[in-house]
């Protein structure tokens, strides 16, 4: 069967019977197309003379051509579907492009905060109002554990010791607990909130032991963090929207990087953390490398 010919078939089967939209056949065709002119530049005419490493050239040829990572993938997501479906009907007998793989997205690093950031961030809330007080203790706990926004919310008032040790119980993924120090700062605000501020807003609820409560004296809610956090940063002047804006996980990923920029062992960030493996830790260690190379451009006299 002539490739072309295997292509329409491939899209009236998309189109019928698995219904795809009409941008997505779109996108299909204008993918298959372009492998379809690449094979033909090489002699390739019938989908039965198509081998293994005529679709490995065609997804290099996506990569030189400079098309992003995601579009390359999609595109040979596409010549995949297409393979395996004329096995499926038998107009091939075997599936040339099933060990061939889809380019994987670059690593995004994650966006920290630097310190003199996280200071106007954490200095948003005031200390004249219970929400003020709960939302300042919400912000130093964050930075100042490191803790999951789940983790935070999901902590009881039995989880903290504010005495002789300061430290919490985190209650992280996977059903994973460790404990974790709490700074002097993330002390402090908490200790102001629990007595000026906690009793206030329990009154109007049911004796919920969580450490953070809402206006009703419930829970406090992932989404209601979220919210404080947002905000706040939008307060500070930080981003809130595109690439760079502040998330929930922003001041997580900016006390793993600091406690990487003090000198930090990488494993002990990994326990703090509650990360299973240190390779999930060590992403960190690349944001350290990138400030490394951005104090050097900017104060050897010899970097540029």
């Known amino acids: 069967?002539?490739?072309?010919?295997?292509?329409?078939?491939?899209?009236?089967?998309?189109?019928?019977?698995?219904?795809?939209?009409?941008?997505?056949?779109?996108?299909?065709?204008?993918?298959?197309?372009?492998?379809?002119?690449?094979?033909?530049?090489?002699?390739?005419?019938?989908?039965?003379?198509?081998?293994?490493?005529?679709v490995t050239a065609h997804l290099a040829g996506l990569r030189e051509d400079g098309l992003a990572s995601a579009s390359a993938a999609r595109a040979i997501s596409a010549v995949r579907g297409l393979h395996r479906f004329a096995v499926r009907e038998r107009l091939v007998p075997q599936d040339v492009a099933a060990d061939v793989r889809p380019p994987a997205p670059p690593k995004r690093l994650p966006r920290a905060l630097d310190v003199d950031q996280v200071n106007r961030l954490l200095a948003v809330p005031g200390t004249d109002s219970p929400l003020g007080l709960r939302d300042r203790a919400l912000l130093e706990f964050l930075y100042g554990t490191g803790a999951r926004i789940s983790e935070?919310?999901?902590?009881?008032?039995?989880?903290?010791?504010?005495?002789?040790?300061?430290?919490?119980?985190?209650?992280?993924?996977?059903?994973?607990?460790?404990?974790?120090?709490?700074?002097?700062?993330?002390?402090?605000?908490?200790?102001?909130?629990?007595?000026?501020?906690?009793?206030l807003l329990a009154e109007a609820g049911r004796g919920t032991p969580a450490?953070?409560?809402?206006?009703?004296?419930?829970?406090?809610?992932?989404?209601?963090?979220?919210t404080v956090l947002h905000r706040c940063a939008f307060e500070a002047g930080l981003p809130v929207d595109g690439p760079y804006a502040v998330s929930p996980h922003t001041l997580r990923h900016s006390y793993?990087?600091?406690?990487?920029?003090?000198?930090?062992?990488?494993?002990?960030?990994?326990?703090?953390?509650?990360?299973?493996?240190?390779?999930?830790?060590?992403?960190?260690?690349?944001?350290?490398?990138?400030?490394?190379?951005?104090?050097?451009?900017?104060?050897?006299?010899?970097?540029?």
């Open 1 to 54: 069967m002539t490739l072309n010919g295997a292509i329409k078939a491939y899209l009236d089967h998309l189109s019928v019977e698995r219904g795809l939209s009409r941008n997505t056949l779109a996108s299909y065709r204008r993918d298959l197309d372009r492998y379809a002119r690449q094979l033909a530049e090489a002699g390739i005419e019938e989908l039965g003379q198509v081998r293994a490493a005529d």
């Open 152 to 199: 935070a919310v999901g902590a009881d008032i039995d989880d903290l010791e504010l005495d002789d040790d300061p430290s919490a119980v985190l209650r992280g993924k996977g059903g994973r607990t460790r404990v974790v120090p709490v700074g002097g700062y993330a002390r402090t605000a908490l200790q102001a909130y629990l007595v000026r501020a906690r009793p």
């Open 211 to 226: 450490i953070f409560l809402n206006a009703r004296g419930g829970r406090l809610s992932r989404q209601s963090a979220w």
């Open 256 to 304: 793993a990087t600091h406690l990487l920029d003090g000198g930090a062992d990488v494993r002990v960030v990994q326990e703090l953390l509650g990360h299973a493996s240190v390779t999930t830790t060590q992403v960190y260690t690349l944001v350290t490398v990138e400030r490394l190379r951005e104090v050097y451009a900017t104060s050897h006299p010899r970097a540029r």
